[in-house]
């Protein structure tokens, strides 16, 4: 098993190192000028050249490229030509509050969306299957940035439930930072009224988040259970008296949720994009916003930072989902 | 025929199929079905957000425009965008995914490696990147689009032709010497095409939603077209009291793309043959 | 005469398919023993694993009894609810082996929960023992039948997964299990269909003396006459969803009364000089002719076969034949 997880964290390293060899070439390809792509538009002639002495653009291109293995090493990005700030700060204090978002996001798909999918299997094309497909597609068309708008309108607004945008209440002073993750830190300071807050202030953003995820955990849930449910090993194990339920909620799932769980690795890609979406309609200080102001004002030097952060984060979310695969399936050990 | 009373039973799916076929008549139709077909442009500004009413079922945008009217027109531009995207996706993925299944050389992987690259940057990030590059319009979102969409027909043509490649037909074939093209194109083509009308299908639904988000984040239509997504952008300001403004054009969004989806789906259904037993 | 352990008393049985409904058990009889081997033979499609199906109650939702009685210890499990089946019958009354071991068992779990999680439920437990010290001895006496079907290092085997054994060693573990429940009945479905032939005849040892070490009643299905020759007391013939013929083996074997099992017998490589088959195709159980299903092979075949309707005729004592050329002998003889 864990030489399992060693070759599989060997295996990532060529495509991080890809990664930043993509990054390198397509921040110096690119744009026309990329010194002054990356000082920005506001940027004086003097600040571009200051930017050009940096990046070595004046240098053999090896050389440009042990600099810039060098600038990730000492994880300096610069600074942001928007918000004039360390991009590596800026970045440190925004991920967790994104990271904190989709995992709550998650664990609801997740939660909510495996015995879902496992009902519609059982009662398959009869009325349950028929209404849960619906519903699980219905929560994939939906536009998440309506669907937030309209949450809003009526939970926020209207009914005045629950906050509108933000993690926490101005009013409420935050917990001393340790995680990042108000929820985390606020327990762990014994701040409850801190932690009913965040949680109120997580209910909108989490639950327009995890539409997706728990519409294609579902769906997917639902098909690897009709798999299994074809298979041999059920009609033998149901031949010798094994009882519906155990033979379903032990038996058939596990064999069935290999689909789902990779599909929660694919899935994050999706998840990044809903958070975009999100954060910008709840005013979450994340790094989805972020992105998103970085791309429309054109700030190079935190798309190529994020390019490589996300890079990162997939290369560990694709470990961890390959980890609960071989946790699954033991077949799978003396693969790879 | 079989396939076709398959089909009926699955009601989720026959429900997609009736949606769609209603999408597409309201697009065709949209200037004849839309009580104020000038509305597309033309503003009253003395109607302005007015509520809905028998008059404006949808009620009345900022600019005083039958929001009812602008969704319906907006249909054509959804589904113009949608088919153009998925067919230009479609043109480039199926080759390169033919080639990249079927090759085993250095260029064929190197393709794969290069789908698996934009695979795995997520769609909405990549074609705001690309939009954003070649300067915001409708155009560019489209490019964008298609951009971001070749990679998903390429991967499942890439695997049906990686598996019929080691099937023992098609070692007959070349054993006959019939050429690569032709193997390519008469044998195992064919046999993507319903896993391609599916994924196509779905893609109709995703590209419209991409579009919208787009739309709506000012990457793609510019005022004053009839984009639901560029409705519901307007609307922010508006709300809480003109509530209308956003909801309709979203449910709009929202039934076309449910719509696709649940036809793709049951296609789906009947295109993978483990399901396809009577039990 | 002893009571049968198993007696399903004129069987019909229909499948709905996209393609219509299909007849896929006609008038089907048979009768097992207690203690003794009763070998169910027929080709592809004549109906005998869905009869095996009808016994253990698990066929598809598609399918529906429309007569007969299966009588298990002189209980009809046609009447049974699902859960009455999975309580009282499953498992620790009726033991299955099934076809193809390389499918049976769930690859994502270790042999011993598999196998644990049936006896759990249906294995002979003493009297007041509490459910740990109940597991270990579950756990003992599985690990002494593993060693019994000759499964090397028994213990560790519990702990492994079913995709480390060979066909034959899955095999034998699934034997292992269904006697675990010490089971009455011991219902097996072509056993040995998938696995080479020297391996075969290891397993089907195996079970004759495992059949008679435990006093187990076996129903085995099989296509292949020559297993039965060698392992059944008793054996039935299908065709085309009928049970055509059926007695003791040797006599059936020998003196063979049903034009089916005849040409069959006669078809069989040992037995034939040239590679024969029998002219003319099987039924389609969505169409079914008819009368007796034969009809269209049949070198004996009238007019009046053509609506006889399927019923089993006394031979001789305990040889039961499903054919118009021997009503004359069952008159005569009554």
Known sequence: ?336 | MLILRKFAKDRPAVLGAAIVVAVVLVAMLAPALAPFPGDVSASHLLQRLKPPSWAHPFGTDNLGRDIFSRVILGTRGALIVAIMVVGLAMLIGVPLGLIGGYYRRWDAEAIMRVTDLFLAVPQLILALALAQLMSPSLQTAMLALTLTYWPFFTRIVYAETRRLKASLFIDALQCMGARTPRILFLHILPNCVSPIIVRATIGMGFTILVAAVLGFLGMGATPPDPDWGLAISESRQYLPEAWWFSTFPGLAIFLTVLGFNLLGDGLRDIVDPRLRRSR | ?334
């Not at chain 3, 999975?86 to 042999?111: E, K, M, W």
């Open chain 1, 1 to 336: 098993m864990l030489g399992f997880i060693v070759r599989r964290i060997l295996l990532a390293i060529p495509s991080l190192f890809g990664l930043l060899v993509l990054t390198f070439f397509l921040i110096r390809v690119v744009p026309a000028d990329p010194a002054a792509a990356l000082a920005g538009d506001n940027a004086t002639p003097a600040q571009i050249a200051e930017v050009r002495r940096q990046y070595g653009f004046d240098q053999p291109i090896y050389q440009q490229f042990a600099i810039y293995l060098g600038q990730v090493a000492r994880l300096d990005f610069g600074e942001s030509a928007y918000s004039h700030r360390s991009v590596a700060l800026d970045i440190k204090q925004r991920l967790p509050a994104t990271l904190e978002l989709t995992i709550v996001a998650l664990l609801l798909g997740t939660i909510i969306g495996i015995p879902l999918g496992t009902i519609a299997a059982i009662y398959h094309n009869r009325w349950p299957d028929s209404l849960l497909r619906i519903l699980s597609v219905a929560g994939v068309a939906i536009a998440a940035f309506w669907f937030a708008i309209q949450l809003q309108l009526l939970f926020a607004m209207e009914l005045d439930w629950l906050p509108l945008r933000g993690r926490l209440s101005s009013a409420i002073t935050a917990p001393p930072t340790l995680t990042g993750f108000l929820l985390v830190d606020s327990l762990v300071a014994g701040r409850l009224d801190a932690f009913s807050d965040a949680l109120r202030h997580l209910v909108l953003p989490a639950v327009t988040l995890c539409l997706g995820a728990l519409a294609t955990i579902a769906r997917f849930t639902r098909a690897g259970v009709l798999d299994t449910l074809q298979r041999d090993f059920v009609t033998y194990a149901r031949a010798q008296g094994v009882p519906g339920r155990v033979l379903i909620w032990k038996f058939v799932l596990k064999n069935s949720v290999v689909a789902a769980v990779t599909q929660v690795g694919l899935l994050f890609g999706s998840l990044i994009a809903g958070a975009v979406v999100v954060e910008t309609i709840f005013d979450w200080p994340g790094i989805g916003f972020y992105t998103v102001q970085a791309i429309l004002t054109a700030d190079y030097k935190v798309m190529l930072a994020v390019t490589l952060l996300v890079g990162v984060v997939y290369a560990v979310v694709n470990i961890l989902v390959d980890l609960v695969h071989g946790l699954i399936d033991p077949r799978l050990w003396e693969q790879l």
């Open chain 3, 1 to 334: 005469m002893i009571a049968p352990l198993l007696d399903i008393r004129n069987l019909r049985l229909s499948v709905k398919t996209d393609e219509g409904t299909a007849q896929i058990l006609d008038h089907v009889e048979l009768k097992l023993a207690p203690g003794r081997i009763l070998g169910v033979v027929g080709e592809s499609g004549c109906g005998k694993s869905t009869l095996v199906r009808a016994v253990l109650g698990i066929l598809p939702k598609t399918a529906k009894i429309e007569t007969g009685e299966i009588l298990f210890e002189g209980e009809d499990l046609l009447l049974l609810e699902e859960r009455d089946l999975v309580d009282r019958v499953r498992g620790g009354r009726i033991g299955f082996i099934p076809q193809d071991p390389y499918l049976a068992l769930n690859p994502v779990f270790t042999i011993g929960s598999q196998l644990l999680a049936v006896m759990r439920r249906h294995a002979p437990a003493p009297a007041r023992l509490r459910t740990g010290a109940l597991m270990q001895h579950h756990r003992a006496r599985l690990i002494e039948l593993l060693r019994r079907v000759h499964i090397p290092e028994a213990e560790a085997v519990l702990d492994r997964y079913p995709h480390q054994f060979s066909g034959g060693q899955r095999q034998r573990i699934l034997i292992a299990g269904a006697l675990a429940c010490a089971p009455r009945l011991l219902i097996a479905d072509e056993p040995t269909t998938a696995i080479d032939v020297t391996t075969q005849l290891q397993i089907l040892r195996l079970l004759r003396s495992l059949a008679s070490e435990f006093g187990l009643a076996m129903l085995f299905v099989t296509h292949d006459l020559g297993i039965v020759a060698q392992l059944c007391d008793e054996v039935t013939v299908m065709y085309a969803g009928q049970t055509v013929e059926s007695g003791p083996t040797n006599v059936v074997l020998t003196k063979p009364r049903h034009p089916y099992t005849s040409a069959l017998l006669a078809c069989h490589p040992d037995r034939a000089k040239a590679l024969l088959g029998i002219p003319g195709l099987v039924p389609s159980p969505l169409n079914p002719p008819t009368g007796c299903r034969f009809f269209s092979r049949c070198p004996d075949a009238i007019a009046y076969c053509r609506h006889r309707s399927p019923r089993l005729v006394t031979s001789n004592a305990g040889h039961l034949v499903n054919c118009r050329l021997f009503e004359a002998e069952a008159d005569t003889a009554a």
